[in-house]
């Protein structure tokens, strides 16, 4: 029986320091603004998630909180998970049935229109999948309706036993495993693999005995960092299943359209997948040797960043790459975003914050705004969050925009665009925990 730990997502873990922070960045010689533009409307639910469909529509997921997870684990397994021996303790009788009941009742779906929340029906299904540990077995998935739009996310988001990824505006959702990829219908609710379980003639099982027999300590990864483009048309992943050298990996890709999966890089170094910059180019190599790669005609050009200390590519999105560098002994980060040429992968600088960073850059749907988690003292940490306007080249931190910023009532853990004009943030006091639609005015 699968026993799923709690992951706990910290993205950003803030307190307001407004005036501090601004005449840090003022010593930074950084462009602010401190317009007071936007409003925080608070919710009382803690929304982990959002979904726009193809039609527009908005979803907002309340999640299982960490709380309500551990609380679930009690009744599964009074007992204890494992006992002073380390040895799985067995919990109660019919667990899987009582689990789902558990979910079932506290997790929920919103639609958001305007600034109005409504509960929105869920459906639940199954879908079968496999991973090296468990197997094949049923994963829970739920459907939601909001006019025309039709989504899918899956039980348990945020603890969920499988990776999970989707392109909802093109009505693209995948689930994954280390042994596998498959595509689900929103609209029949089921699931179909669209990966391969043969490579060169072998089998899964015969490759991981090869695999072992060359490198004792090694293990078959088929599927690894799934990325979907957005355009939804391909999937591109990372495997070792063609590798002969320890560490190396290649990158494979499916077209979603006609089903056919090939290899787009050998096996080498540096081939973890940062995202796509555009429809049909992935960049690979976050940390050394960062490259683009066409997924139609596979043509590969490295993409020219400079040579920075502790350099790590953090970001990309339409045209756009963000990276980050510091000083070795140094508490403070640099992260430049800049724009690339995709045809001759000349990178050119676009503006750069300074300061404690922390979290992963964020960039608005269109990528013309950005998000990034900010402080000033280490002590303290990334208290607040800094949005940069590419466009206007402004620099906005999120409690200095706020007409009414006593509204959040706590420090903010994690931020998530809607459109480039509205975002969702969750705060935390305490032990609550609960989110606020973060919206221009007028808007």
Known sequence: MKKWLSIT?????????????????????????????????????????????ENGAVLLIDSISD?????????????????AQGQDIPGINNLAETRAKFIAEHMKAY????????????????????????????????????????????????NQSCGFISVSEKNIYIAYTDMGIWRIDPENMSAKKISSDTYSGKTQAEISLEIKKLHPDWYLTWVDSVNISPDGNYVVY?????????????????????GEERQLIQPSYNNDIVGFITDRNVVVGALSDTRMVDVNNKMVIAVNVPKLPNL?????????????????GSSNTTEFISSVNVSTGEVSEITKVVGYLDGEPRFSPSGNKIA???????MVGVTDVMIIDLATMSQTLLTDSLQNPRAVNGNVIRFRWINDEAALVDAQRGREFSSFLIKCQGE
């Open 9 to 53: 997502a910290i993205v950003i873990a803030f307190t307001f320091i407004g005036v501090a922070t601004s005449q840090a960045m003022q010593a930074f010689n950084l462009p602010i603004a401190s317009e007071k533009t936007m409003a925080a409307i608070p919710y009382g639910d803690n929304f982990s998630n959002i979904m726009v469909g």
């Open 111 to 158: 639609s958001l229109v305007g600034e109005k929340t409504t509960e929105v029906k869920l459906t639940p299904f199954k879908i079968t999948i496999t991973d090296k540990s468990n197997g094949e077995y049923e994963s829970i998935f739920y459907k939601a309706s909001v006019g025309k739009d039709n989504f899918v996310f899956p039980s348990e988001w945020g």
């Open 67 to 83: 709380k309500e997870y551990a609380e679930m684990m009690s009744i599964l397994y009074p007992n204890g998970i494992v006992d």
């Open 238 to 258: 990372r495997t070792n299943r063609d590798s002969t050298a320890l560490n190396e990996t290649s990158v494979w890709e499916i077209d979603l359209k006609t």
């Open 372 to 378: 990034i988690g900010y402080g000033t003292d280490p």
């Open 312 to 328: 790590r590519i953090s970001g990309v999105k339409d045209g756009k790459i963000a990276y980050s560098s510091y000083e070795d």
